[in-house]
C-alpha cells in the first residue's frame, strides 16, 4: 500500500507558537489516527478521528479531517520545547486495529 | 491504557546468525498484532500481520522464509530474523489492539547487523 504524504517534513517554530501538520493519503479510509514519537522511541497514539468527522479536539491537539481532499491537519497550540518529536499520520481502512498505513512524518522541533 | 512490550529493546548480531524480537500484550489478548520496520529517519512500514493460531500474512516485498513470525497464544508474537545481513539493520516496531481499540504500539527493538 502507498503512504501518504505529510508536510512539511521539518517544521521549527518557538515555544508558544502554534504547530500545524498536514497530511495526504490516497485510499478511502475508515479512520485516520496521528501518533507521536521522540527520538528512537515507540509510538504514542495521540487522537484518532473517523471518516464521517471533520475535527476533533485533545488539550492542545486540534485534528481536522477532510475525506474529499483526502487530507487531515494537526494542530498543536501553545507548544512546548517538550513537544519537540516526529509526528506521524496513520490510516486504517478498519474500524479497529493497527493495520496502519503511515505518511512520511514531520519533525517538529520546538525551540525554548 | 493498554501496554504493548518488546524484548529486547535493542541487540547487535554478526551477519548470518538469527535474531528472535518478542512483542506480548500485557493486559489484553490480541489475536492479531502487527509488526512494522523502520529505518532511519524514515517512516514506519508494515510488514506482516500476525494471526493466533494461523499463519501470518506478509506485505509484498517482504521474504516471509527471511522474516518468521510465530503467534502462539494471545498475548505474544515473534519476530524471528533470520540470516540477518546488515542491510536488515532497522528498528522493528509490534502493535496490537484490544477490540475495537486503536493500536498501541511497543517501544520497539532497534537491531544492529555487523
Known amino acids: 500500500s502507498q503512504q501518504g504524504e505529510e508536510d512539511p517534513q521539518a517544521l521549527s517554530i518557538q515555544e508558544g507558537e502554534n504547530a500545524t501538520m498536514n497530511c495526504s493519503y490516497k485510499t478511502s479510509i475508515n479512520n485516520l489516527q496521528w501518533y507521536r514519537q521522540n527520538s528512537g522511541r515507540g509510538l504514542v497514539h495521540l487522537i484518532l478521528i473517523r471518516s464521517n468527522e471533520r475535527e476533533k479536539h485533545s488539550g492542545r491537539l486540534r485534528v481536522t479531517l477532510d475525506t474529499s481532499k483526502k487530507s487531515s491537519s494537526l494542530l498543536i497550540t501553545a507548544s512546548r520545547a517538550a513537544d519537540t518529536a516526529s509526528y506521524f499520520c496513520?490510516?486504517?481502512?478498519?474500524?479497529?486495529?493497527?493495520?496502519?498505513?503511515f505518511g512520511e512524518g514531520t519533525q517538529l522541533t520546538v525551540n525554548p | 491504557g493498554a501496554v504493548v512490550s518488546q524484548h529486547p529493546s535493542w541487540v547487535i548480531c554478526k551477519s548470518g546468525t538469527s535474531v528472535k524480537i518478542e512483542c506480548r500484550s500485557l493486559d489484553f489478548q490480541a489475536t492479531t498484532m502487527f509488526w512494522y520496520r523502520q529505518f532511519p529517519k524514515q517512516s514506519l512500514m508494515l510488514m506482516a500481520t500476525?494471526?493466533?493460531?494461523?499463519?501470518?500474512?506478509?506485505e509484498q516485498g517482504v521474504e516471509k522464509d527471511k522474516f518468521l513470525i510465530n503467534h502462539a497464544s494471545l498475548t505474544l508474537s515473534t519476530l524471528t530474523v533470520t540470516s540477518a545481513h546488515p542491510e536488515d539493520s532497522s528498528f522493528y516496531i509490534c502493535?496490537?489492539?484490544?477490540?475495537?481499540?486503536?493500536?498501541?504500539f511497543g517501544p520497539g527493538t532497534r537491531l544492529t547487523v555487523l
Open positions: 502493535s496490537a489492539s484490544p477490540s475495537g481499540a486503536h493500536g498501541f
Open positions: 496513520a490510516t486504517s481502512l478498519e474500524t479497529s486495529g493497527s493495520r496502519l498505513t
Open positions: 500476525s494471526n493466533e493460531g494461523s499463519k501470518a500474512t506478509y
